[in-house]
């Protein structure tokens, strides 16, 4: 085999690792170099970090790794040694400018070959005769370190051709370029993830691609898709703040970027394997101190069902919900807390979705279901709160309006206040609010409205109401998420309040 390869060799070193790895700090770590490396280990074990990609390294293991891949060789632990042979070089000037020319990312171990690009025909002959090159030399000078890895490499030089004959008819529609174009957006990550408004939309706008197209290129480089990487590269800052600070778990999901409380103890546990307050736990007894508080350990739980609740809520799965949100109650969640962290936030996935056009009415519908089967779980419990006051209103959603989760929740709030109330459904006129209130005594008539053309329909509740003679005999609520203050005040009704809560807590105070 011809040995023509000391022109692209432009270092060549034997060096030993002293970093320890660290996942949560590794991608503070990993560089990007601009030679090419083929890497042996030679010594010891420890952790290669490919991109994200923490691959455990023993002797005999070889690397490919082209110069546009972050990465880094790690000691596992304190007491490991790792030692490293490596050779970096330049592919030749020809190849570099070549289109055709395709970098070959790839990891050999145990014969195997995992390879993202491919080489071109030339490269790969270039490579062969840096091995044999190698080979030779290990041959000459180290016995057992050619038993560990003449086999390997044998294995290795098979599976390259074959993986280059396959992908010959097949080239990775992937191009040098396009790796770039990742790589930026990998950088743009991990600088910015304590950003919130990170979004797959937001990088493709700053580096000037569609979002579909980093959408696609960015999974097929990296293996995974984009918002699970921006996930992990998050969940991994927060193990850094949970080891390395006092901030609280609230703060630290404000720093990493994230919004919901839920959702990150979810995720933090399949990442994991733990909770974050286990983490946190067990990196200061690692460090002498014990402080095992189970309380905090249940709470997380809760926040893992929360989240469960929103996300089948999300699917539609009401069977599942009232499961979940009964699972929450048995180990003592609060119900306002399941009320509002778990189906109320699913709902308001769900809304954001609806009004992105995501997802249409059939799958609001269904979602809808499951939050009231959700809410009917919790109606008891809710209610528990000291059934004190005594009263009667009536409620409906105004004329022209089908919504009807909110206007339930009002009820159940009410009722679990004491409250009589009389549930006029939706659809509902306001000659039906008026008649309903004198004919069965109410104090309080409550009107709710999802849709800004419907509001309107509240004013005339109010007329209605001043007409029959009523007026200063009955309150009237207004309530829905187009309603406001300002509204409330300007059609003249009595009250205005943000939430199911606080409108049963009015309502009790006008039957007072
Ligand atoms: C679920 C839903 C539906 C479901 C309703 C199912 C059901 N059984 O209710 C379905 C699929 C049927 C539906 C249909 C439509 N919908 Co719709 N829907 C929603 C959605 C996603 C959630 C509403 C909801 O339940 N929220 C959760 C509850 C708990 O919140 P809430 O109602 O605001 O109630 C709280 C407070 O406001 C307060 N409150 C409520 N009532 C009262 C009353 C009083 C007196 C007080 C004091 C307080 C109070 O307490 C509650 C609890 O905290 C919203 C999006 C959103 N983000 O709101 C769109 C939304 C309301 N829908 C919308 C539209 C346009 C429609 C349709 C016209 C769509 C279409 N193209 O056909 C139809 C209209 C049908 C009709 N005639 O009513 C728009 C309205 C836009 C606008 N500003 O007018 C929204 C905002 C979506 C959007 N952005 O495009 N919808």
């Known amino acids: ?33 601009d030679y090419f490396e083929i890497s042996m280990v030679i010594a010891g074990n420890g952790i290669n ?85 190698i080979e030779k030399e290990i041959s000459e000078k180290r016995q057992s370190w050619q038993n560990a890895v003449s086999s390997n490499l044998l294995l290795m030089l098979i599976d390259v051709e074959r993986y280059i004959d396959s992908s010959i008819k097949n080239i990775s529609s992937v191009s040098p370029k396009e790796w770039s174009v990742v790589l930026t957006a990998i950088e743009i990550i991990k600088n910015n993830c304590s950003n919130a408004d990170l979004t797959l939309g937001s990088i493709s706008e700053t580096i000037g691609i569609s979002k579909a197209h980093m959408s696609r290129i960015f999974q097929e480089l990296t293996g995974k898709r984009f918002t699970e990487y921006l996930r992990s590269v998050r969940i991994e800052y927060s193990c850094r703040l949970l080891r390395e600070s006092e901030l609280t778990i609230e703060e630290i999901v404000k720093e990493c970027g994230l919004r919901d409380l839920p959702s990150f103890y979810k995720n933090f546990n399949s990442h994991m394997g733990m909770t974050p307050n286990e983490y946190r736990q067990s990196t200061k007894l690692t460090h002498g101190k014990t402080n095992k508080n189970s309380n905090i350990f249940k709470g997380e739980k809760i926040m893992v069902l929360l989240c469960d609740i929103s996300e089948n809520l999300q699917k539609g799965k009401a069977k599942i919900v009232k499961e979940l949100v009964q699972q929450a109650i048995n180990e003592g969640a609060d119900p306002n807390q399941i009320l509002n962290d778990g189906l109320l936030a699913g709902m308001s996935v769900i809304g954001e979705k609806f009004k992105n056009n995501e997802i249409y009415v059939p ?18 419990y809710l209610a528990a709160n000291g059934v004190v006051a005594t009263g009667k209103v009536c409620i409906g959603t105004v004329q022209g309006d089908l919504h009807d989760i909110g206007k339930n929740l009002v009820k159940m709030m009410m009722e679990g206040k004491g409250l009589e109330v009389v549930d006029l459904g939706t659809d509902v006129s306001p000659e039906m609010f008026v008649q309903t209130a004198i004919e069965q005594n109410c104090q309080v ?16 509740v109010v007329k209605a109401a001043e007409a ?6 009955v309150k009237i609520m207004v309530g829905g998420a187009p ?30």
């Open 1 to 33: 085999m011809a040995n023509d390869v000391s022109n692209l060799i432009v270092y060549h070193e034997i060096f030993s690792c002293e970093k320890v790895y660290e996942p949560e700090k590794a991608w503070m770590d990993i560089q990007t170099h």
């Open 483 to 512: 309603v406001s203050q300002e509204y409330c005040d300007e059609i003249g009704a009595d009250c205005y309040t943000v939430d199911a809560a606080s409108a049963a807590d009015a309502a009790v105070e006008f039957c007072k």
């Open 49 to 133: 970090c490919v991109l994200d990609q923490a691959i455990p390294c023993k002797v005999g293991d070889i690397f490919i790794t082209p110069s546009n891949i972050p990465h880094r060789f790690f000691l596992e632990n304190e007491i490991e040694t790792l030692t490293v042979r490596q050779l970096r070089f330049f592919p030749d000037k020809d190849d570099s400018v070549s289109e055709k020319l395709r970098y070959c990312n790839g990891l050999f171990k145990d014969g195997s070959v995992t390879a993202y690009a491919m080489l071109n025909k030339s490269m790969f002959e270039k490579i062969r005769s840096l091995f044999d090159t």
């Open 363 to 380: 799958e609001v519908l269904v979602a809808a279901r499951a939050m009231n089967m959700g809410a009917q779980i919790l109606k008891p």
């Open 445 to 460: 008539i409550c009107c709710s409205a999802l849709l800004t053309t419907t509001m309107g329909v509240m004013e005339e």
């Open 468 to 473: 029959a003679g009523i007026r200063d005999k």
